[in-house]
């Protein structure tokens, strides 16, 4: 089993819809996660943190969900410019990050 | 199919001495790319390629260099380690408009 597991999508999506993500991970002792979004020929741009109590960031929420190992994220009102490929992330001990194989959003007008 | 290979996967070098960090991918990518993951910050772009025989610089390229002889291999050499160059590296590859795949990462520690 791979340790962080995204579903791969593709999402399509119309605009203004709402969107989640989940993301599951095998390793109970992690801490830290996070979603990256990226396009191949940009680098990874953090997105957001996940803690444990759920952040929010705007149209952003991401949510950690301990006793079923999976981590969360929600877009609400989906703009074209969400299209973009979702990473998960687990930060292991030693601040190893160990990367999902991403999830890829299209967002339609 | 392997996806991307890093190579080795943990090192400890001294301050001073070289080495050379390898990246296959078996996935016929044109994209490859170096990062270094430090504590407290995101992924930060060493050097990238865009295809074979092609190199390019990212956002932090001193003290290291590159090159990409094969489409499959990404090769990172640090010519003089210096402890600030402690980290983990993380190679990545893709094709254009699809994600990047990500190796397991090289824990390399410089004393």
């Known amino acids: 089993r791979k340790e962080v597991e995204q579903d791969p999508g593709p999402f399509n999506v119309p605009e203004g819809a709402t969107v989640a993500f989940n993301c599951t991970y095998s390793n109970s002792a992690s801490q830290s996660f996070f979603w990256y979004r990226q396009d191949c020929r940009k680098e990874p741009k953090l997105l957001m943190s996940?803690?444990?109590s759920g952040n929010e960031d705007g149209r952003f929420t991401a949510q950690l969900n301990r006793a079923s190992q999976y981590i969360s994220l929600l877009i609400r009102d989906s703009k074209l410019s969400d299209s973009a490929t979702y990473l998960c992330v687990d930060m292991e001990y030693g601040n190893k990050l160990v990367f999902g194989a991403g999830t890829i959003l299209r967002v339609k007008s | 199919n392997a996806g991307v290979t890093q190579t080795p996967k943990f090192r400890v070098l001294k301050t001073g001495q070289s080495m050379t960090l390898l990246c296959a991918q078996d996935?016929?990518?044109?994209?490859m790319y170096w990062y270094r993951q430090d504590p407290g910050m995101g992924l930060r772009l060493i050097h990238y390629s865009v295809g074979e025989g092609t190199t390019a610089k990212g956002e932090v390229p001193d003290g290291y260099n590159v090159s990409r002889l094969k489409k499959q291999n990404f090769l990172l050499g640090l010519e003089s380690a210096a402890p600030s160059q402690t980290s983990v590296y993380f190679c990545?590859?893709?094709?254009?408009?699809?994600?990047?795949?990500f190796g397991d990462g090289t824990r390399l520690s410089i004393l």
């Open positions: 996935m016929n990518h044109e994209y």
């Open positions: 990545a590859s893709c094709n254009s408009n699809q994600p990047q795949h």
């Open positions: 996940v803690y444990s």
